[in-house]
């Protein structure tokens, strides 16, 4: 697991305990450890470029695409997985919609779960959580990336119906290689189904 610059693995390694799983905190600058079975990638902060770390890149994450291991980016994790495939750093979306009461910020303030995001349907994310079509979730925040953000190689699988914002991207193919927005560890501020998406992360990652 590889956490953004100053942040708390702790807080994610929780929810990987409670699934199974024993998490192994990485530096960005490490190497993928030999025998790893998926690749974790989790903040709360705005990703800004793969140079924030020390090694300007994230080697276990080219390790883990090369050796064709199950990849979860959450949060920053999403935005870091999507720059490492080629994509562009998140933008701050002049009309982005933001969770919460955030006074002297831009954008329109809407509740919590008032946000309006669309599953894709036939994708990884869609099939993982169960569910597709629109759903109520925290949001893309206010920084956020678009098709002209997303790395070529990703497909979106989830976006909000009223900014445009990318959600979710994953892999095409057999890959499972997936990057979401929302606060997985978190559960009670998502819809039902939704921890889903870390319980099969950890299937796959452990062979269970």
């Not at 390694?13 to 960005?28: D, K, M, R, V």
């Not at 990638?41 to 994450?61: I, N, V």
């Not at 390790?63 to 495939?85: F, K, Q, R, S, T």
């Not at 569910?131 to 678009?146: H, K, Q, S």
């Amino acid at each position: 697991m590889i956490t953004a610059p100053g942040e708390d693995p702790g807080a994610f390694a929780q929810a990987l305990n409670a699934a199974g799983a024993e998490p192994l905190s990485l530096a960005p600058d490490s190497g993928l450890p030999t025998g790893a079975g998926g690749l974790l990638l989790y903040g709360e902060s705005t990703f800004a470029t793969l140079e924030e770390t020390p090694a300007s890149a994230l080697p276990a994450l080219k390790e883990a695409i090369e050796a064709d291991i199950p990849i979860l980016g959450v949060g920053w994790g999403m935005h870091a997985l999507n720059v490492a495939l080629g994509g562009k750093p998140p933008v701050r979306l002049t009309d982005a919609v933001v969770v919460g009461p955030r006074p002297r910020r831009s954008g329109r303030t809407v509740d919590l779960g008032r946000m309006r995001t669309f599953l894709t349907l036939g994708g990884k994310v869609a099939a993982t959580i169960g569910a597709g079509g629109p759903v109520a979730t925290p949001g893309p925040g206010d920084f956020a990336i678009r098709e002209a953000e997303k790395a070529p190689g990703l497909m979106a699988s989830a976006y909000d119906m009223e900014t445009g914002a990318i959600e979710a991207l994953e892999m095409p193919g057999y890959h499972w290689v997936i990057g979401v927005t929302w606060p997985l560890h978190r559960p009670e501020l998502l819809p039902a189904g939704f921890d889903n998406i870390v319980a099969a992360f950890v299937e796959r990652s452990t062979g269970g």
